[in-house]
């Protein structure tokens, strides 16, 4: 779709709910595998998720996408020939990674209809905060810039002037109910961590911190929050 791979993973006992998995910067879907498959955390979730009864999809978005609009727009176009072609209820659940997290937030304000909970992984939530952080990088910050150009369609100086100007706050859809979890593992991922009470317009989120020999909790964690917004079809 879109000259992207996508895949579908069906559980043995559907219970009628879907699964949008959004991945983050190393996440891909090629013809026969993702990193979803291959990286054997992320394939533990998978898998407890099927055996919770639910149908997950996912795309490649066009790979290092950073929440572009073509990646958005490709991420509306599967879910709604996912919901076409599946028996699912229209509304699904969105387990974003990363990067991931802002095409996420985009989602939530376009199909806020659809969308039943969001759970939100390690989430990048302000790109402008994200490219402040990676100056500190140098190394890092060309590749996120050249990352940036390629997604984005726009020269440098352009994208780097509208992130001056962008808005210091994030907006999240306050009918959506939203869990940030953080896996306390490395020092550019604990400063992503500080920000998030600094940025985020619904106050009243509190993330979960888990320690990382505790990731094999993830998917119980994610099939205990999405059941409990499952009661109002």
Not at 4 to 18: A, H, L, V
Not at 157 to 171: F, G
Not at 177 to 187: D, M, N, R
């Amino acid at each position: 779709m879109g000259t992207q791979w996508n895949m579908i993973f069906y559980p043995e006992k559907p219970t009628g709910f879907g699964v949008f998995v959004i991945g983050d910067e190393r996440h891909f879907v090629e013809d026969n595998k993702s990193f979803w498959t291959q990286n054997e955390g992320k394939l533990a979730i998978i898998n407890q998720l099927k055996s919770n009864g639910y149908t997950i999809f996912s795309s490649n978005l066009y790979g290092r996408n950073w929440g572009s609009d073509a990646a958005v727009e490709l991420a509306e176009q599967l879910y709604n020939h996912v919901i076409r072609s599946e028996i699912l209820n229209n509304k699904i659940h969105i387990l974003a990674e990363g990067m991931g997290a802002l095409t996420a937030v985009k989602l939530m304000e376009r199909m806020k209809g659809n969308i039943r909970s969001v759970i939100l992984l390690n989430p990048i939530l302000s790109l402008k905060f994200h490219l402040e952080q990676e100056k500190e990088h140098k190394f890092f910050y060309k590749k996120l810039i050249r990352e940036l150009v390629a997604a984005y369609q726009l020269d440098q100086s352009t994208i780097e002037n509208r992130l001056i100007h962008a808005a210091d706050t994030v907006y999240l859809n306050e009918e959506i109910p939203i869990q940030i979890i953080h896996v306390l593992s490395g020092g550019r991922l604990y400063n992503q961590s500080k920000q998030y009470q600094k940025i985020l317009s619904k106050k009243d989120i509190s993330p979960s911190f888990i320690l990382p020999e505790k990731k094999q909790n993830l998917g119980k964690i994610c099939n205990e929050f999405f059941s409990r917004h499952e009661g109002n079809l």
